[in-house]
């Protein structure tokens, strides 16, 4: 894992390599800033149902760290896959040309097969330590790559550890970040290679 960081608290770009705990697999990630915003982008190489998956992503968000619009391409076996998803006008976020009932709520984009995308709302939150916050993020499920609202809440419980929930608290993890936002560990799922 790489991180430059500038000014304190002003991240420049961060790279980091995952490898998967609950199937076999890696990923890699890098956040930079580009323009007057973020992107954040990667590659997930994994295994899922005996089937080989290879996923390339890439998600864009404004100075603040809203997200504005996000790609997928790649395959899953032999099935490929091509995912454009955007974020307009009064928070209509669209996936493929259509738009997802919903998730005008919603604030952040949250790729389910990767914990890259748990960076958004920690970046964009900036919590202190004890302090908390609830948002609902678009949430694109993985294998069906559907787009939908999803509940979350997280809550920073030291200077490198956040407690994460989701569906009403029916998924909880406590989730270990680095200096930039990244996650390092994600219990039974992911971690710093």
Same mark, same amino acid.
């Given at each position: 894992?790489?991180?430059?960081?500038?000014?304190?608290?002003?991240?420049?770009?961060?790279? *980091?390599?995952? #490898? &998967?705990? %609950?199937?076999?697999?890696?990923?890699?990630?890098?956040?930079?800033?580009?323009?007057?915003?973020?992107?954040?982008?990667?590659?997930?190489?994994?295994?899922?149902?005996?089937?080989?998956?290879?996923?390339? =992503?890439?998600?864009?968000?404004?100075?603040?760290?809203?997200?504005?619009?996000?790609?997928?391409? +790649?395959?899953?076996?032999? &099935?490929? $896959?091509?995912? /454009?998803?955007?974020?307009?006008?009064?928070?209509?976020?669209?996936?493929?040309?259509?738009?997802?009932?919903?998730?005008? $709520?919603?604030? %952040?984009? %949250?790729?389910?097969?990767?914990?890259? /995308?748990?960076?958004?709302? *920690?970046?964009?939150?900036?919590?202190? *330590?004890?302090?908390?916050? #609830?948002? /609902?993020?678009?949430?694109?499920?993985?294998?069906?790559?559907?787009?939908?609202?999803?509940?979350?809440? =997280?809550? #920073?419980? +030291?200077? /490198?550890? =956040?407690?994460?929930?989701?569906?009403?608290?029916?998924?909880?993890?406590?989730?270990?970040?680095?200096?930039?936002?990244? $996650?390092?560990?994600?219990?039974?799922?992911?971690? $710093?290679?």
């Amino acid at each position: 894992m790489t991180a430059s960081m500038s000014g304190g608290t002003h991240l420049t770009a961060t790279t *980091i390599l995952w #490898r &998967r705990l %609950d199937h076999p697999g890696h990923e890699f990630a890098r956040v930079w800033h580009e323009g007057a915003g973020w992107r954040l982008a990667g590659v997930a190489v994994f295994a899922y149902d005996k089937e080989p998956c290879r996923l390339d =992503y890439s998600v864009v968000c404004d100075r603040y760290w809203g997200t504005c619009a996000g790609n997928l391409s +790649g395959w899953v076996g032999d &099935r490929p $896959v091509e995912v /454009t998803i955007r974020r307009g006008a009064g928070g209509r976020w669209w996936l493929n040309g259509t738009e997802s009932a919903g998730t005008e $709520v919603c604030t %952040d984009l %949250d790729l389910n097969f990767t914990p890259s /995308t748990n960076l958004l709302p *920690i970046r964009r939150l900036g919590l202190g *330590i004890g302090q908390e916050a #609830r948002v /609902t993020a678009a949430w694109l499920r993985f294998p069906e790559f559907t787009l939908e609202p999803l509940a979350q809440l =997280y809550r #920073r419980t +030291g200077v /490198t550890t =956040y407690r994460y929930e989701c569906a009403s608290a029916q998924f909880v993890a406590e989730l270990e970040v680095d200096a930039s936002g990244f $996650v390092t560990r994600y219990p039974h799922g992911w971690v $710093v290679e």
